[in-house]
């Protein structure tokens, strides 16, 4: 489809990365208008219907890696990762070069028992320095109801903390991780957008969902964009997209972006396999400049 133009408004102003630095998140902030929301909402769920007897007999985690590394083989999924207004505030956090290294759907279904526990993305990502960026765009609302991410302002400043793995069954995450450590729930702050906002987090901002109780989906995606100089420690190297600037390090095998639909879901579970094979390694203690 044809993308929106950028404004002047969807960059950063200093303020608003003073925020970022200080909280390690920010919200609300302008993604997709509202066609571009009915559009890839509609895009959405053909996706799932296409796979829906494979998602219903999946625990949460399982379903949720299905949904995820779609930008990489779907032309539609790509337009929301390499969206310019979405870019542009990228851009005033991590720099002009940016990577669209790993993506996913985190969708909750009304009575989902599907939650995702407080943990740091730092912890299991094992990236070099810190110039990384989660977007979380939002197709529908994403209200404290529907299950919304909540964060832990400053948390980001701790780097990381103990985890532990729990392998829950309604746990999205893979393995369960946790903080392993009390969080102050008091302090968490509802990440609540409407249909075409979005926000950012930090790597190392503690963060996490509760299920969706109401009657209404909470359907978005989360890119994880990495400056070009960012590197991956993993037995092989890891793939990502140029969605904007270029690349002089070479630290990533760059994918073509994807001008169609791939229809061969096999495609797709390749690349998950080599998303997961590095990230899902053992933590371990990231450079100095990561502290």
């Known amino acids: 489809m044809s993308i929106a133009s950028p404004s002047s408004s969807s960059r950063l102003s200093e303020t608003q990365r003073q925020q970022f630095e200080r909280d390690?998140?920010?919200?609300?902030?302008?993604?997709?208008?509202?066609?571009?929301?009915?559009?890839?909402?509609?895009?959405?769920?053909?996706?799932?219907?296409?796979?829906?007897?494979?998602?219903?007999?999946?625990?949460?985690?399982?379903?949720?890696?299905?949904?995820?590394?779609?930008?990489?083989?779907?032309?539609?999924?790509?337009?929301?990762?390499?969206?310019?207004?979405?870019?542009?505030?990228?851009?005033?956090?991590?720099?002009?070069?940016?990577?669209?290294?790993?993506?996913?759907?985190?969708?909750?279904?009304?009575?989902?028992?599907?939650?995702?526990?407080?943990?740091?993305?730092?912890?299991?990502?094992?990236?070099?320095?810190?110039?990384?960026?989660?977007?979380?765009?939002?197709?529908?609302?994403?209200?404290?109801?529907?299950?919304?991410?909540?964060?832990?302002?400053?948390?980001?400043?701790?780097?990381?903390?103990?985890?532990?793995?729990?392998?829950?069954?309604?746990?999205?995450?893979?393995?369960?991780?946790?903080?392993?450590?009390?969080?102050?729930?008091?302090?968490?702050?509802?990440?609540?957008l409407g249909p075409g906002e979005m926000s950012l987090h930090h790597i190392w901002t503690v963060h996490g969902s509760k299920p969706n109780a109401s009657t209404i989906p909470r359907i978005g995606m989360a890119i994880r964009y990495v400056s070009t100089e960012v590197r991956q420690e993993s037995p092989f190297k890891p793939v990502a997209v140029l969605v904007r600037g270029r690349d002089d390090f070479g630290h990533f095998d760059l994918l073509p972006a994807p001008t169609e639909d791939h229809p061969d879901p096999r495609a797709q579970q390749e690349i998950i396999a080599r998303i997961r094979g590095g990230v899902m390694l053992d933590a371990k203690c990231l450079s100095e400049e990561a502290k």
């Open 24 to 192: 390690g998140f920010l919200f609300p902030l302008p993604a997709l208008d509202e066609r571009e929301v009915a559009y890839f909402l509609k895009k959405y769920y053909d996706h799932t219907t296409r796979n829906r007897e494979a998602l219903a007999s999946l625990p949460a985690k399982d379903r949720f890696q299905i949904l995820s590394e779609t930008h990489f083989v779907m032309k539609w999924a790509f337009e929301i990762a390499r969206h310019p207004r979405v870019l542009d505030a990228v851009e005033g956090l991590i720099g002009p070069n940016i990577l669209a290294w790993s993506s996913a759907w985190f969708s909750k279904m009304p009575g989902d028992k599907a939650f995702v526990s407080w943990h740091q993305d730092g912890t299991y990502w094992n990236l070099s320095v810190p110039r990384v960026v989660t977007a979380w765009v939002a197709l529908t609302p994403a209200t404290p109801a529907k299950g919304c991410m909540r964060v832990v302002p400053g948390t980001h400043k701790h780097s990381m903390m103990p985890q532990r793995e729990t392998y829950a069954a309604d746990n999205v995450l893979s393995r369960g991780q946790e903080i392993a450590v009390a969080v102050d729930e008091a302090q968490a702050v509802d990440l609540t």
